[in-house]
């Protein structure tokens, strides 16, 4: 999908027009990002598409295809932070009062955003794929389809009871997400995960919420949470899965700047 996306994107900058691997040049390159900055596409997009570019380009070079002319050289291929999305306690608890009764679309949207937070900040895909067979004895057991890791959370009743509103999955899945057996599951998950974070959007208007809302904000929000409490690094890398601690310090480190705030304002009232 990465690659046919890569694709697509690079035909459209050049407008369909065919060109072999051995004339890409460093000019083509620069044009290509200049292109996508003047459609007002974010650096990391940009370096996503150059990356794989890049990575066909190599492959034509190791294999004597073709001799490196080096044409990403003056493009940017790197990932910059991203600006981590969390929501306090307090807009979360805003979410789950609203009565969205009249509107079942943007319930679900709702439900499935405190699902994945109930879940501790659950990735969507995980959510999609438990299994019936995962929740035995009051406890979800999973594994992380990025990582492998396994996962264990104790289910509660919170959990039960957004899953009570919906009738059971016709499927072997958990939650109200892939129903139809035999469907391509694949497609029904992402569709499904499009409709929602849709929904999640109007639902942020609603309350009054400046950032984006999706689906990812839950995880970021539910590690945020934790810190805010006081809860150990360990205990926070090994409720989300994160394979190491140095992982979660990444993670965290933009999500909230309020205690460093508080630091600079005290310094600044010292002068």
Request: proline share 4%; with cysteine; net charge positive.
């Amino acid at each position: 999908e990465t690659y046919r996306s890569t694709l697509n994107s690079f035909k459209k900058f050049r407008q369909d027009e065919d060109i072999m691997l051995d004339c890409i040049t460093s000019e083509i390159m620069e044009a290509y990002e200049a292109w996508h900055k003047k459609r007002g596409v974010t650096p990391n997009t940009i370096s996503f598409y150059t990356r794989v570019l890049r990575a066909v380009y190599h492959r034509a070079v190791e294999d004597d295809i073709i001799e490196n002319r080096n044409p990403f050289r003056k493009v940017y291929t790197g990932v910059d932070k991203t600006v981590k999305r969390a929501l306090p306690l307090a807009v979360i608890k805003k979410i789950k009062a609203l009565d969205l009764s009249l509107t079942p679309a943007l319930d679900y949207a709702r439900d499935m955003f405190l699902m994945s937070f109930y879940l501790r900040g659950m990735s969507f895909i995980d959510m999609a794929f438990l299994k019936k067979t995962d929740l035995k004895n009051g406890y979800i057991t999973y594994r992380r389809r990025k990582t492998g890791q396994q996962l264990v959370i104790e289910w509660t009743k919170e959990m039960q009871m957004i899953l009570d509103k919906y009738p059971e999955n016709t499927s072997d899945y958990l939650l109200p997400i892939i129903r139809n057996p035999g469907t391509n599951e694949r497609y029904t998950y992402r569709n499904a995960g499009y409709n929602i974070n849709h929904n999640l959007k109007r639902i942020a208007e609603m309350i009054g919420v400046p950032i984006p809302l999706t689906l990812y904000v839950a995880r970021h929000s539910w590690a945020s949470a934790a810190k805010a409490k006081g809860i150990p690094l360990s205990v926070i890398s090994e409720g989300m899965g994160h394979d190491s601690e140095a992982t979660t310090q990444i993670y965290l480190a933009s999500l909230d700047t309020t205690a460093v705030d508080k630091a600079n304002s005290l310094i600044l009232k010292s002068l």
